[in-house]
């Protein structure tokens, strides 16, 4: 059997994710929480990999969700206001030209679309904080 992931998402064992790019959850909190859709883990965080070709599909979460840049290349971040589907109202590019304005982590408040792309050929590793503590069932996708 071929192992088809690229080189990084095989080093660090990332399995695809449904909004595009490569994931694997590196830490759920010990404690939990109540939320309106049920009990979650306090915070989750997981490693994710964009690579050149790839993109974050618009999709909103119901928890806020802290992205910190690791690199090497740059992403840039969009913001899709908090309405019933994504209206682009903000972009950050996170990276390592803190005078250009880059930024090394930046968060995505609850209930708030988002989307991600590669600013240029080189692929990016960000960790995504989620809290409370992710769930598929408090994430969607745009139509």
Same mark, same amino acid.
């Given at each position: 059997? &071929? !192992? !088809?992931?690229?080189?990084?998402? @095989? =080093? *660090? ?11 694997? @959850? ?7 929480? /109540?939320?309106?859709? +049920?009990? @979650? ?8 990999? *964009?690579? #050149? +070709? ?6 909103? %979460? &119901? ?8 690199? #090497? +290349?740059?992403? /840039? =971040?969009?913001?899709? +206001?908090?309405?019933?589907? #994504?209206?682009? &109202? !903000?972009?950050?590019? *996170? ?14 408040? $609850?209930? %708030?679309?988002?989307? $991600?792309? *590669? %600013?240029?050929? $080189?692929?990016?590793? %960000? ?9 598929? /069932?408090?994430? @969607?996708?745009? !139509?």
């Amino acid at each position: 059997m &071929t !192992d !088809d992931r690229p080189a990084t998402a @095989r =080093l *660090l064992d990332l399995e695809q994710h449904p909004e595009g790019g490569w994931f694997r @959850r590196m830490w759920t909190g010990s404690y939990t929480v /109540e939320t309106p859709a +049920g009990v @979650r883990p306090a915070a989750t965080c997981i490693h994710y990999l *964009l690579t #050149p +070709g790839e993109h974050s599909a618009w999709h909103v %979460v &119901t928890s806020d969700e802290l992205w910190l840049w690791h690199g #090497p +290349g740059r992403l /840039e =971040l969009s913001f899709g +206001g908090d309405g019933l589907s #994504p209206e682009l &109202t !903000d972009a950050v590019v *996170l990276g390592a030209d803190l005078a250009a304005g880059e930024r090394l982590q930046a968060t995505v408040p $609850a209930g %708030v679309w988002q989307a $991600a792309r *590669l %600013v240029d050929d $080189a692929e990016c590793v %960000v960790s995504c904080l989620v809290s409370p503590g992710f769930s598929f /069932e408090d994430w @969607r996708l745009a !139509d």
